[in-house]
């Protein structure tokens, strides 16, 4: 029922499944001659921010080069499945890809940290860790031995808690709790005696609605919002301790890319950190008009976790972690690494933003 | 003693005084040939993620250019005075200028929104702001009339509160202290009693150690350490409620900017962006080390505004930001978006970035 396992039984498929559509090798780069390159996502058809800004990527490229390099983004399933991604772009059947490194744990474990940790770093930490923090340079060791060059291009900003048919009072709960929860959230919710269940996107308002599912989390308010939960749950749960942040990647074929004139990689990774924070703001600025109509107008039950069961989700939480570092050398290393950025901005953070967001920032009513 | 008012003094006589140092018009682009261009900038040489931020813009754009655009950068006082920016820029003398907007609040007060607003937008609000929800397009209108087109380029994020040689326990603590603080953070703290005294950055130090001054901010703990400041005062405060997530500029020469071909013009717009969240994670990174050292080498005493005077000075900077958009129509017009985004923004962080800081993130010691 994990993601890794799907990985697992999807994974060989998938290459040998793309292997007869596959496209030409990328082709060797000639100076004002247009190089086509292919992107497969992980994500559904027009998904707001996810899929609209893998193709934003694509278009940007496009007019930075002055149609130099060329694009074309597939979503998930129309050149390979959502879970082919890794292996396509690994095996240079695509030129690149567009999805999040936790999808990958069940081959490379300590991708998962440079995506989301369960009570680790929000946007603005794991960017820091990222481009003034050493933490890029980690992924990209992470990767290398796939033949993939890595970058942040997109972030959810803290997400949500989760949509829930009953309160969650304390961490007793969650015993026997059916829960649509992926990952390493997953993991945590296992542990408190929590039933994960993974399903496609497409399944779990039916099941939700149904009762197959007691609670699923999702994105935030502007993609909850059109998945319609609301409907099917009243409790809208925050804060989503289980990503604060979440990580979005775009991955290139090192061959791919290093065939590329160095001004071309260098406009390829401008826009991916161009793409990076304009999908932070597009969530900020839609996470708040969905709110408001969720509240408003669907008279949704915002509640917020009480403090002592998001206390034992912690503890549940640095548990999982430590099992997942000790998988392998490179996995605690990176652990190791996330920790010690952590406890640096953590600090810093305890006396600019958390009192800006007690203290600076005005105060608005959440009431219906 | 206002920011403003050194402005007007000295605007006109920089105008006058680099023309006759006037480089030639841009020169009209031509296709693989190097177009030149000159930034000047309002930072001393070599100040960090300031000055290096504006170094770094110039060196990635000739990077991604292929050398097709090249841009010197001067620190202030080299080519022109850091108060001569931006009419240097608006009147072609220059193509490009690095700045904060606030610091043409004398001639354009609608410029104020676009870099610090007491109490008003962190870095992830201000810039949810700029890029999804129509904040760029205002600060190009508004700086349209002077031949600018205005770019985000980099974030202190929030900033300290600044160095006391005295504890503060309300707002009546401010009666007749002699404070460095610039802009409209200064407005607020003369209302509240204050006298605001404005020196060149190489002076506050001695200024403070001999008592000319009770008071300074400056940036954060990064920069504040390089300064020395705590040899001179006690107390450092946090937050820095007066600039919650300063937002620095980069501006062209509009003729300058719409004679480069449509491909550079989309590597300069993503390389100001790149830069301006570059400098963010600068920020965010270096801060927790230097608070660090602060506390532990140099036994600093933080401490945080009581909640009462900050409630004072949330009251004194609403009525100064009422009196500042009473100044024209624009804003008028540019302080009611803001407030509108920061209600959106505000509902969402409540539930998201708050909570995150209070209950998600690991609580970490500040003790020496």
Redesign the interface.
């Known amino acids: 029922m994990k993601r890794r396992d799907f990985l697992k039984k999807t994974g060989t498929a998938t290459a040998a499944a793309v292997a007869s559509t596959a496209v030409a090798a990328p082709a060797v780069w000639a100076k004002g001659k247009t190089t086509r390159w292919k992107m497969v996502t992980t994500w559904p058809p027009n998904l707001p921010v996810l899929q609209t800004g893998a193709e934003r990527f694509a278009k940007?490229v496009g007019?930075?080069?002055?149609g130099r390099l060329k694009i074309k983004v597939f979503a998930a399933g129309e050149l390979v499945p959502a879970m082919g991604v890794f292996d396509a772009v690994s095996d240079g059947t695509v030129q690149c890809g567009s999805g999040a490194a936790y999808y990958w744990a069940g081959k490379v474990p300590a991708a998962q940290w440079f995506s989301a940790v369960p009570?680790g770093l929000?946007?603005?930490?794991i960017?820091?860790?990222?481009?003034?923090?050493g933490g890029l340079q980690l992924w990209e060791e992470v990767y290398a031995p796939f033949n993939l060059i890595p970058r942040p291009q997109g972030n959810t900003?803290?997400q949500?808690g989760g949509w829930f048919r009953k309160e969650m009072n304390s961490i007793a709960d969650y015993k026997g709790l059916k829960m649509r929860i992926p990952g390493l959230g997953g993991k945590v919710i296992a542990k408190a005696g929590g039933t994960v269940v993974l399903l496609p996107g497409g399944e779990i308002f039916t099941s939700l609605e149904r009762g197959v599912l007691d609670a699923t989390e999702w994105v935030?308010?502007m993609h909850d919002l059109r998945m319609g939960f609301y409907k099917a749950a009243k409790h809208y749960y925050?804060?989503?301790?289980h990503e604060?942040?979440t990580c979005l990647e775009v991955m290139f074929n090192k061959g791919a890319y290093e065939k590329l004139?160095?001004?071309i990689q260098?406009?390829v990774?401008?826009?991916a950190?161009?793409t990076?924070?304009?999908s932070?703001?597009?969530f900020?600025?839609?996470?708040?008009?969905a709110?408001?109509e969720l509240i408003t107008k669907h008279k949704v039950q915002?509640k917020?976790?009480p403090?002592a069961l998001?206390d034992d989700l912690r503890k549940l939480a640095k548990e999982t972690m430590e099992e997942e570092a000790d998988k392998d050398n490179v996995s605690r290393k990176v652990h190791e690494a996330f920790k010690k950025?952590?406890?640096?901005?953590?600090?810093?953070?305890?006396?600019?933003?958390?009192?800006?967001?007690?203290?600076?920032?005005?105060?608005?009513s959440?009431k219906g």
């Open positions: 940007r007019e930075a080069t002055d009570f929000n946007a603005q930490g960017n820091a860790w990222f481009y003034s923090g900003g803290v949500m935030g308010p925050y804060p989503g301790w604060p942040g004139p160095k001004d260098c406009i990774d401008a826009v950190m161009e990076n924070f304009w932070l703001s597009e900020e600025a839609g996470n708040g008009a709110l408001q915002l917020k976790f403090d998001l950025f952590k406890e640096r901005v953590g600090i810093w953070g305890s006396i600019s933003e958390n009192p800006y967001y007690n203290d600076v920032a005005d105060k608005y959440l």
